[in-house]
């Protein structure tokens, strides 16, 4: 490493949990361990990475690549600095492009980058931790025969693209532990909902009805979360879950003020947008930018490289370009 991670006091995070799971593993070696993933780039991520330096990881065994709409510009520099391999990319973002197509083609570049260090390197274990499923769809389709590998996915978005393939390596899907959907929802939703309110707060008329798209872990923690204070119906797939049938969508979205996508797919489709009410506000809390279309919204406007734009559209309102409104530039 090239750098002390006592240098770096001011990205590292206090994370008990983390701590606590550190000293548990207190023996392990991870010193001819390559981990290779996809990660949003914030102090709590870094905090995590020292940890692993702590336990041997070689910087240069680790190679990461951000999203453009979650990468602290101060912890890809610091990653950098440390001789972590990480991708120029993770910045990358053009508005008239949908971003899961330009991510998976510069993820691809990414990987092709290393993957001749994977084959001629013994490693004892090679770790490709993963969030959205991308990255491991790479990796399975450009690495095989090798029995050192592990999959780690992070999201539901992940676990149902990877559950229609046939893996050659074991992936642990944690996007589904009780842990994660006991506990980091609600505070997912807790953040998304405070920007939210900021993001609002000065758009007229102020939005009262309110369709959650989804009502999954996501969905149904941000129903309860608003019940309180705007009439709240929510929509899914799933019928046994939702207040109105597919067949009845078109009729049903031009009653509200507000739309909120927690599925993780595309949950308002460009062929939707004559239907809804104008004004509307289009918000998602789920990943990247497909939850509504948003790259077809952002064509109708000059190209921006600004991820984190409020984009105003024939009396569509897209928060955030479309990303989620839990990361934003502050």
């Known amino acids: 490493m090239t750098t002390d991670i006592q240098e770096t006091t001011d990205l590292l995070r206090d994370l008990p949990l983390l701590r606590k799971a550190a000293a548990y593993h207190d023996g ?3 010193s001819k361990t390559l981990i290779i993933c996809v990660q949003h780039l914030y102090s709590t991520t870094y905090t995590m990475f020292s940890e692993l330096f702590r336990k041997g990881l070689d910087p240069q065994n680790l190679f990461v690549s951000g999203k453009c709409y979650s990468t602290d510009p101060s912890v890809y520099q610091q990653l950098k ?8 990319d993770s910045h990358f ?3 008239h492009q949908e971003y899961d197509q330009v991510f998976q083609s510069n993820l691809e570049t990414f990987f092709d980058e290393f993957l001749e260090r994977i084959r001629t390197h013994n490693y004892e274990k090679i770790i490709i ?3 959205g499923g991308i990255l491991l769809s790479i990796a399975n389709k450009k690495i095989s025969g090798l029995s050192n590998i592990i999959g780690i996915e992070q999201t539901s978005a992940g676990y149902n693209r990877l559950s229609k393939s046939n893996l050659a390596f074991p992936v642990v899907n944690v996007a589904r532990s009780w842990i994660k959907m006991k506990y980091e929802s609600p505070i997912i939703i807790n953040l998304a909902l405070n920007k ?3 993001k609002i707060a000065h758009i007229s008329p102020s939005p009262r009805k309110v369709l959650v798209m989804g009502y999954g872990t996501l ?3 941000v129903c309860k979360a608003l019940k309180d204070k705007y009439e709240i119906s929510h929509f899914d797939l799933c019928m046994e879950r939702s207040m109105f049938s597919s067949e009845s969508l078109r009729n049903e979205l031009g009653a509200f003020d507000l739309i909120i996508g927690t599925t993780g797919e595309a949950s308002i489709s460009k062929d939707l947008f004559p239907y809804l009410k104008k004004p509307v506000i289009l918000s998602s809390i789920s990943s990247s930018d497909r939850e509504l279309d ?3 919204l952002r064509r109708s406007q000059e190209k921006t490289h600004n991820c984190h734009a409020d984009l105003y559209i024939d009396g569509i309102t897209l928060l955030n370009c479309g990303f989620p409104i839990n990361f934003d530039a502050d």
């Open 129 to 131: 931790l993963d969030d």
């Open 93 to 95: 973002f053009d508005s």
């Open 219 to 221: 969905g149904q923690c």
């Open 196 to 198: 939210l309110k900021q």
């Open 28 to 30: 392990i070696d991870l």
């Open 81 to 88: 600095k440390d001789g972590v391999r990480i991708s120029s």
């Open 294 to 296: 948003a790259a077809y």
